[in-house]
């Protein structure tokens, strides 16, 4: 999986309810409407801006706090084709995968806003066009390879019946 | 070579050893959703056309986090659930009866046994010796619908606790200290096991205060041995057949070890809007710092113990006119409890306002959403912007007696002035 997108530079430490606030919690069960609210309590603007095929770039811990998959949801319904941090909380990266939204890990202190980022998945190499960098991260395990290629966990488990963890 | 709890628990649930790193396809005793995440994870269970449950009496349901609902959207996701497990045969928790993990560990977790929920805090089953971590709903119902799921065998960071707690210095103040020396991603994708000598002084509510906190420095889970303060807690409870003892074999491969020594702590608060942004309480950052809201309870410290340690320096005082005091009991049972103890009228005459069961203001949802400018001193695990409804709100943490003692000077105060 290749593709391109213009970066939104968040920093350290975003966490769920930076994402999906609190006091947005009568909307999860409508996601488009919760959807206009993403990030908002890091980036009031961010919802109101942002394109589809757009990366969204953090920090350190990316994703902190609550188990809500509605977090990573938003952020894949707001048109965002990847996200690229430092480090991703571990129930976030997880659901991340679940719904089919590539999440990379690496040294992102040089992405600056707005740059265009190509990222090639299978080659695990991430390319900053507007600042001439290459920067290589680490690539998924199998399981989530699988599950991601196959366009999330449901249709993961829809097409093979069960977990299909390899050989 | 020997294994560490998390190697052990998960072995029994994949049928053949497993070590550190390995990924595994595991058996799990219990789904946990609640009403946050469980919409969506019935829609994800029903968009896999599984049509059964593989268990139903193992997949719990808890309407916590907007209890009682404060609107109709919520109401309405509450009749989604309810109806999900009338026809399913899931069992449901109902409003009032108090937050997921408080329930789980009265009536359900046992010692080895593997616990997935929608809910970041399932980490708190640790306390129990079980593998218990938090998912997102889609996980969640894949192992409703398998019985089963995936796990990366996590790397363990040994804790070893060792000396005595001073006066004043309790289980919160521990896993504070702990967050704030590992940082919120200092554990992350590892598993933390606690052990050494001061383990035998912990209680079981001081266990789950420190267990619910694990995810704080990032870790999947956080485990305590199951041992005689395990046994009796289960046998209080009318559970003691659900015993076994696990322990950690003494040639168990650690990642890391991190010690602390309980007789040198002091009381800590996390600062806003970090879980590791903490400081004694005696730091200038901290000390005197004016509170509009003070909240003892959560599924952190709404326990008996909590309550009575804060009632300790409550009784017979009074909050500050200038300062909100809500009290929160984890579940029914423990609201029970306080009536008998007689620590509900040392509350309710101190001026307190006793909220509901369940999670209450800690989700940003209902009962307590913070003004512009306010600030909240609470027991819960997280202090996050927005968090209690509010970004232009601060959440500082600290222990119940740190919120006692605060609550009657208006400002964040050293509870071992009042001991």
Redesign the interface.
Known sequence: MKFEGRAWVFGD?I?T??IT???Y??????LKELAKHVLE?ARADFASKVRPGDIVVGG??FG???????AP?VIKLAGVQAIVAK?V???FF??CI??GLPVIMCDTSDIQEGDILSIDLKEGVLGDKTQGLRLVFPLL???MTRILSDG???NH??KHG??N?GA | MGKTLVEKILSLHEGKDVRAGE?I?ARVDWTLMQD??G??AVR?FE???KGKLADPSHCLVFLD??SPSP?R??S??HI?LREFCKNQGAVLHEVGEGVCHQITAERYLSPGQVLI????H?CTGGAFCAFST??????I??AM??G???F?VPATVRVILNGRLPEGVTAKDVILYLIGELG??GA??QALEFGGEALETLDMESRLTISNMA?EA?A?CGLFPSDEVTYQYLDKLGRGDAYTPFSPDPDARYVREVTINFSALTPRVACPH?VDNVFEVTHEKVLGTPIQQVVIGTCTNGRLSDFTQAARILKGRHRHPDTRLLIVPSSRRVHEDLMTDGVLKVFIEAGATLVTPGCGPC???HAG?LGDGERCLSTQN?N????????EGEIYLSSPLTAAASAIEGKIADPRAYL
């Open positions: 430490g966490s309810d930076h606030p609190g006091r919690f009568h909307l999860r069960s409508d309590d350190r811990n902190q706090g609550s188990s809500r998959e509605h949801t480090s909380a571990r129930i997880r659901n679940n719904i395990p199998d399981i999330g966990l449901v488990v829809k069960d977990f963890l | 990924f396809l946050g995440t919409p969506l994800q968009a896999l056309g986090h907007a609107r959207e919520l309405n996701d989604f929920g929608a809910d970041s399932t938090g998912m997102g709903s889609t996980d119902a894949v619908a398998l089963k799921t995936w990366m919120a991603d992350t994708y995810v990032g999947k970090t989700v940003g949802v959403a997280r996050f912007k927005g968090r209690m409804g509010n970004p």
